[in-house]
């Protein structure tokens, strides 16, 4: 298994374009998250999913858009990127165990730049 | 609100055993308490969780005291690689998609 992949790592943007970050886990988990985490500080949660077709907001979905049409992938969109938006993105998917007890595998980051 | 507080940062030597408390006084009767880690600019890594027992894997310990106000995650025999930051989580199972990371206590190490 891949596990949970990212791309891009790195990306830079102007303010004011768009782009897509892609985020795909080949695991069959249900749930699956986007977070961004600034600098010294933890994740906060953007948006997040239960399942295909199903995504519901985070703490800070402000700017972005997500939506799940398959298990494996979950993308995230900026619409229009604004400098506050620079951060590390992580996407997350979420085992489901019979014991209704669940641990996240996160993906490696992408890390996003706006100008 | 904060549903735990850790220590900002602690150290200790290679090889012996790292103790990372964790207070979490208004977790709720079905709360779990999971550990995460995050090695530098890498995603975090689950580590373990327990509901009131104490608990053991290939990684880790947990123990959660009788009242399960606190826990302790326990490394038993730190590496120079176990140098990260670690999170103590408390969360509803199900709802595990909408983790809170807090800013964890960054765990140094030292040969």
């Known amino acids: 298994n891949a596990g949970v992949t990212q791309t891009p790592k790195f990306q830079v943007l102007k303010t004011g374009q768009s782009m897509t970050l892609q985020c795909a886990q080949d695991?069959?988990?249900?749930?699956m998250s986007w977070y961004r985490q600034d600098p010294g500080m933890g994740l906060r949660l953007i948006h997040y999913?239960?399942?295909?077709?199903?995504?519901d907001q985070g703490e800070v979905p402000n700017g972005y858009n997500v939506s799940r049409s398959t298990t494996e992938d979950f993308p995230l969109r900026l619409l229009s990127a604004a400098p506050s938006q620079t951060s590390v993105y992580f996407c997350?998917?979420?085992?489901?165990?019979?014991?209704?007890?669940?641990?996240?595998?996160f993906g490696p980051g992408t890390r996003l730049t706006v100008t | 609100d904060a549903k735990t507080t850790q220590p900002t940062s602690m150290d200790c030597a290679e090889g012996r055993a790292a103790n990372l408390p964790c207070n979490h006084s208004?977790?709720?009767?079905?709360?779990?308490v999971y550990w995460y880690r995050q090695i530098h600019s890498q995603g975090p890594q689950y580590i373990i969780h327990?509901?009131?027992n104490n608990e053991t894997n290939e990684m880790a310990s947990l123990i959660i005291t009788e009242d399960r106000k606190s826990s302790t995650l326990i490394l038993p025999h730190a590496t120079l690689r176990d140098t990260a930051v670690y999170y103590c989580?408390?969360?509803?199972?199900?709802?595990?998609?909408?983790?809170?990371f807090g800013k964890g206590i960054t765990l140094s190490v030292r040969p």
């Open positions: 997350a998917s979420t085992t489901r165990r019979d014991r209704a007890d669940y641990e996240q595998y």
């Open positions: 208004t977790i709720s009767g079905n709360e779990y």
């Open positions: 327990g509901l009131k």
């Open positions: 999913s239960v399942g295909a077709g199903i995504t």
């Open positions: 695991m069959n988990h249900e749930y």
């Open positions: 989580i408390v969360n509803v199972p199900g709802a595990n998609s909408k983790l809170t």
